[in-house]
Nanobody, 127 residues
Framework: QVQLVESGGGLVQAGGSLRVSCTAS????????MGWFRQAPGKEREFVAA????????YYSDSVKGRFTISRDNVNDVLYLQMNSLKSEDTAVYYC????????????????????WGQGTQVTVSS
């Protein structure tokens, strides 16, 4: 079945950088719009960033815009999230996701627009 496997999480100091990856298998990766979400303890899952499958157009939440960069490698079926200038409030489990068939309109910021999810990777930012 489809698998999305995140990696690259860890512990980093505030102001530092980290890159998380998501490797897809059993999925025609280039045919899916992709996104990153995160969930902090006691909070709901929230949208972080998304990227269109063909155009590479990107969308970001206001809280990460200018600090995070989403990108994709359609040859090796990998999604990335480069996180710079990390803050303690970025601490969360980060999930990658692939959208439902078709191409959602708008910023693809709703979790309901996504069909496949990874298991998540923990990112902890110490202050």
């Amino acid at each position: 079945q489809v698998q999305l496997v995140e990696s690259g999480g860890g512990l980093v100091q505030a102001g530092g950088s980290l890159r998380v990856s998501c490797t897809a298998s059993k999925l025609t990766f280039s045919s899916y719009d992709m996104g990153w979400f995160r969930q902090a303890p006691g909070k709901e899952r929230e949208f972080v960033a998304a990227i269109r499958r063909f155009t590479g157009i990107t969308y970001y939440s206001d809280s990460v815009k200018g600090r995070f960069t989403i990108s994709r490698d359609n040859v090796n079926d990998v999604l990335y999230l480069q996180m710079n200038s990390l803050k303690s409030e970025d601490t969360a489990v980060y999930y990658c996701a692939a959208t439902r068939p078709g191409s959602p309109a708008g910023r693809m910021s709703s979790a309901s627009e996504y069909q496949y999810w990874g298991q998540g990777t923990q990112v902890t930012v110490s202050s």
